[in-house]
């Protein structure tokens, strides 16, 4: 049975589309290693990871022409840096819980704070909720599928689902995270793709026009003819205002403007271990043509600033405290100010962020602005927010608003 899925509000989780679907049936000859291989074995005293599911014979053991591990063979192979900016498929058991969590701002995706999956190779493996951080792979903004995920769930005892994930690790939003956890969000596992979950294939639909971006011009089929080249295989598409780069890979901020789609693509044969690399593609929906192009694995020079934005104290009748940010005459960034915004990733240079108050356009209310100049090095770690109170004016004060 296939379903399709679609756009699903600010947290739109797209579905991917694919020359090859997930089957059941042993892997397709030509690809390799086979269901039933091992992959070269790392320098580790722990077991040799596992390909092809060995709990439950009908799980898929091909997606995307890749052979399918086990989630103790993915999780050895991400412990081993295996999959830094490079794609593996797993299969295995997943529950989703809604959890009860206290109250942290500014949490990066990648910190899996209060996420609430488990993920494993049997059906009691992923029972019980087992705190705040099960250590599953990560469901973000851009995964495709990734809302069938949220089907399998149940205050404090999901029901377990056999699903197969495309996923990677190393992602560029790791820096998003403080220094001292850093290393723990490059070593999560991102969802790239849910492929198939509960016996469904999940396939892609063109976005649904009530939740996706405003005034999209291309259709996927055409976003999919700029983004894949000959030899390529889609991963993921995902259009977003290019002002929210940040939210799926900020590397290519300030290289948009207006609508983009943000495009995954594998981009070159399996290694004997079924991985194989990929590309980060970024298209403008204006004409179609690609802005910029960057490997998945991301570049050992990449230090960005770490920035925290936040807001105190506005009381008015209506309206959100918002923000830009402008590189000269370009805006890089821009959103909603408050302890939701994850924390902003800038390369190295000077910058003004604006604060303003964003009211309805039915309801326009001229509220206080104040503008920060910023300059951040390569590495910094720094907080500033926009303070409305008192007075109703607006000045940016350096430092955090929690402790």
Not at 281 to 303: F, K, Q, R
Not at 304 to 313: F, H, K, M, Q, T
Not at 358 to 373: F, K, S, W, Y
């Amino acid at each position: 049975m296939r379903v399709a899925a679609g756009f699903v509000g600010s947290c739109l989780l797209l579905l991917a589309c694919t020359t090859q679907a997930p089957t059941p049936s042993p892997t397709s000859p030509g690809t390799t290693p086979s269901p039933s291989a091992t992959p070269t074995e790392q320098p580790t005293a722990q077991p040799t990871p596992t390909v092809g599911p060995t709990t439950d014979t009908g799980l898929p053991t091909s997606i995307l022409g890749l052979p399918v591990y086990t989630v103790a063979g993915i999780n050895q192979l991400a412990a081993s840096g295996a999959l830094d900016g490079r794609y593996a498929a797993v299969a295995g058991y997943w529950a989703q819980y809604a959890l009860p969590c206290p109250y942290m701002p500014h949490q990066p995706p990648l910190s899996g704070f209060c996420y609430g999956g488990k993920f494993g190779d049997t059906p009691e493996s992923v029972q019980g909720a087992g705190g705040i951080d099960g250590g599953a792979p990560l469901a973000v903004m851009e995964t495709v599928g990734g809302n069938r995920l949220w089907q399998f769930s149940a205050p404090m005892g999901g029901t377990a689902a056999r699903v197969a994930l495309i996923v990677h690790s190393a992602d560029a939003r790791s820096w998003q995270c403080e220094p001292a956890r850093r290393a723990d969000c490059a070593s999560r596992l991102v969802i790239d793709r849910v492929a198939w979950a509960d016996d469904e294939e999940v396939v892609m639909d063109q976005p649904d026009p009530n939740t996706a971006p405003a005034d999209l011009h291309l259709t996927l089929d055409q976003v999919i003819a700029a983004a894949v080249q000959p030899g390529q295989t889609l991963v993921l598409a995902y259009p977003l205002k290019a002002t929210r780069m940040n939210d799926v890979d900020p590397r290519f901020a300030a290289l948009a403007q207006g609508l983009a789609w943000y495009v995954r693509v594998i981009s070159g044969p399996a290694d004997p271990d079924g991985i194989v690399p990929g590309v980060d593609v970024l298209v403008d929906d204006s004409n179609g043509t690609v802005i910029s192009t960057l490997p998945l694995e991301v570049d050992a020079a990449y230090h960005p600033a770490r920035v925290v934005l936040d807001s105190n104290g506005w009381e008015g009748p209506v309206g959100t405290a918002a923000f830009t940010i402008s590189k000269g005459t370009t805006v890089v960034m821009a959103g909603d100010l408050g302890a939701q915004l994850a924390p902003l990733n800038l390369e190295a240079g000077d910058y003004t962020v604006h604060a303003f108050i964003d009211t309805p356009q039915a309801n326009p209310v001229a509220g206080p602005t104040c503008d920060l100049e910023m300059s951040v090095a390569a590495g910094d770690d720094v907080a500033f927010y926009a303070d409305f109170a008192g007075s109703g004016d607006c000045s940016w004060k350096a430092g955090s608003l929690f402790p």
